[in-house]
């Protein structure tokens, strides 16, 4: 079983920033992997940024350049940096952890990009 606590998210305006912090409650080195997704309204799930074994990093296309993925081992967390924040980005951002072959999800946290 891991837990998955998320912080970060609220309002910003077009060309912001914002951190997304989610903190497992096991070592991340025994993950198979952790990062993020989001869901806008009316739309399905999809991956933004994720760690892999290996310390392999993974980018949707649409982050690329201006989300970068980021990982502090000593806290147990993964953040999210998220600059140039567009309208488009707003969503529910969901960190997600791998442990064997099961699937974690953090509650989610609201990402609103707006002037």
């Known amino acids: 079983q891991v837990q998955l606590m998320e912080s970060g998210g609220g309002l910003v305006q077009p060309g912001g920033s914002l951190r997304l912090s989610c903190a497992a409650s096991?070592?991340?080195?025994?993950?198979?992997?952790m990062g993020w997704y989001r869901q806008a309204p009316g739309k399905e799930r999809e991956l933004v940024a994720m760690?892999?074994?290996?310390?392999?990093?993974n980018y949707a296309d649409s982050v690329k350049g201006r989300f970068t993925i980021s990982r502090e081992n000593a806290k147990n967390t993964v953040y999210l940096h998220m600059n140039s924040l567009k309208p488009e980005d707003t969503a529910v951002y969901y960190c997600?952890?791998?442990?064997?072959?099961?699937?974690?999800w953090g509650q989610g946290t609201q990402v609103t990009v707006s002037s």
């Open positions: 997600n952890a791998k442990y064997l072959q099961y699937h974690f």
């Open positions: 096991r070592s991340i080195f025994t993950l198979n992997a």
């Open positions: 760690f892999t074994s290996g310390d392999i990093t």
